[in-house]
């Protein structure tokens, strides 16, 4: 199995590691919601930048308090 890197990514490239199998589209909205119930998640990820509507990839910083809040995909 690989190992995880952390580096950019996009959302929806982001969304169908954690979610393989399913449509990028639907990948990306399992994502968020997930996100969305992650407590203080949205908080942090909106302190590096993070607006849901024009935020196409995640920096490194806001991919780490993604796996930090959800685990490794």
Known sequence: MET?????YGRTELA????PGIMPE???KKLK???AHSPG???RL???GYDHVHTRSFTPA???????ALGEP
Do not use: G, N, P
């Open 41 to 43: 998640l949205l908080t």
């Open 16 to 19: 169908q590691l954690y979610c």
């Open 62 to 68: 806001m991919v780490r308090l993604i796996v930090d």
């Open 46 to 48: 909106h302190a590096l």
């Open 4 to 8: 995880f890197k952390i580096h950019e």
């Open 33 to 35: 919601k997930w996100m």
């Open 26 to 28: 639907s990948a990306w």
